[in-house]
């Protein structure tokens, strides 16, 4: 049996969705600036959580996937006594030079059309394959996807 590690994904809560513009609204009918500022403060996040919420995509935490490339590169290196270097490379999408599956490509398709401004970027650990995508909106950066991995079972949800 292999051991398997599960990224625990970002839960998007529905009432979170479809306000777009309330914030804006609220001030103006009430006066009431507190969430306007915050969203104006975290807007680039806020866009690209709604963007994955309305194609329904749960992207990963962040957190723990750093951990999970941590532990892995620090996995490959024991194996190696040290003798190799392993690192996480990252590249646009469109220089990276490798099969990604249909259903990965869906998913950036699906949230570029909710909004132009979103990238995409492929992580992968330099000799050996495990990559990620990430979905990037200005400063706001989250994992979407995963492939090919070997000890790893991230299904799409």
């Excluded at 969203?39 to 709604?50: A, N, P, S, T, V």
């Excluded at 392993?86 to 909710?114: F, G, H, M, S, T």
């Excluded at 992968?124 to 909106?137: I, T």
């Amino acid at each position: 049996m292999t051991d398997v590690t599960v990224i625990p994904r970002i839960n998007i809560p529905e009432s979170f969705l479809p306000e777009v513009g309330l914030a804006r609204h609220i001030k103006k009918v009430l006066g009431y600036a507190f969430l306007m500022k915050e969203e104006k403060k975290y807007q680039d996040e806020i866009k690209l959580l709604r963007a994955c919420g309305m194609v329904g995509l749960r992207p990963f935490e962040t957190k723990a996937v750093r951990a999970y490339m941590n532990e892995t590169r620090d996995e490959l290196r024991k194996v190696t006594g040290g003798n190799r270097s392993y690192w996480w490379d990252n590249k646009n999408i469109n220089e990276y030079n490798k099969p990604i599956p249909i259903e990965v490509l869906k998913r950036a398709v699906a949230l570029r059309e909710q909004n132009k401004r979103i990238e995409f970027s492929v992580w992968e650990m330099h000799e050996h394959q495990d990559p990620f995508l990430m979905a990037k909106l200005g400063k706001a950066k989250l994992f979407v996807a995963v492939w090919d991995e070997k000890e790893f079972n991230a299904k799409f949800e």
